[in-house]
């Protein structure tokens, strides 16, 4: 059984970094590509950041480019520097089966998710 498990989130200052992590249990050989979502209170989750398994293909979210760097080694990351308020959100963990992971309908695995508070 195929199990993603994220650590890393807590609260910080705006300007901030936080390191996200995600580790994963079970027939992981299938995935083909992994990701980041995050769901801000009341907001629908959204794609943030997606990484091919071979690691030569990565794409960000506007929003993130340039502050946020996936990466997998052994796990897979999220380096987020300057945190912004607006990055305030449930973070989580995906993996895709079937190609690259661009949004969430692609998700054949989920985390349980990680709290990120970024305070002004």
């Known amino acids: 059984q195929v199990k993603l498990v994220e650590f890393g989130g807590g609260s910080v200052k705006a300007g901030g970094s936080l390191r996200l992590s995600c580790t994963t249990s079970?027939?992981?050989?299938?995935?083909?590509?992994m990701g980041w979502f995050r769901q801000a209170p009341g907001k629908e989750r959204e794609f943030v950041a997606m990484?091919?398994?071979?690691?030569t293909t990565t794409y960000y979210a506007d929003s993130v480019k340039g502050r946020f760097t996936i990466s997998t080694e052994n796990a897979l990351y999220l380096q987020m520097n300057s945190l912004k308020p607006d990055d305030t959100a449930v973070y989580y963990c995906?993996?895709?089966?079937?190609?690259?992971?661009?949004?969430?309908?692609?998700?054949?695995?989920w985390g349980q998710g990680t709290q990120v508070t970024v305070s002004s």
């Open positions: 079970g027939s992981t050989d299938r995935f083909l590509s």
């Open positions: 990484i091919s398994m071979s690691g």
């Open positions: 995906a993996a895709d089966t079937k190609g690259l992971l661009y949004n969430a309908n692609g998700v054949d695995y």
